[in-house]
C-alpha cells in the first residue's frame, strides 16, 4: 500500500481538487514541481502539480476525484 497519483494539472486545479478530498477526511500530498523547478533555475508548466493519495482511500474519494473531473 503506497501512494496513488489521482491527478496532474495547474496549481489552481490541484489545490481545488485538494480541499474536496480533504473535506472529505481522507489526507492528500501535493507534489508542486513548478516550485521546486523554481528553486532549482528551471522553467516547468506542463502539469507541474500533482495530487496524491494513500491507496486504501481511494474508495472514499473516488466519487469526489470523479465529480471534480467531470466539472473541469
Excluded: H
Amino acid at each position: 500500500m503506497g501512494l496513488m497519483k489521482i491527478f496532474s494539472g495547474s496549481e489552481i486545479l490541484a489545490q481545488a481538487l485538494q480541499q474536496k478530498i480533504e473535506a472529505t477526511g481522507v489526507n492528500t500530498v501535493l507534489k508542486n514541481n513548478i516550485q521546486s523547478a523554481r528553486l532549482a533555475g528551471f522553467g516547468n508548466t506542463d502539469l507541474a502539480v500533482e495530487v496524491f493519495i494513500q491507496e486504501v482511500d481511494f474508495g472514499k474519494a473516488n466519487q469526489v476525484i470523479e465529480e471534480f473531473r467531470m466539472s473541469i
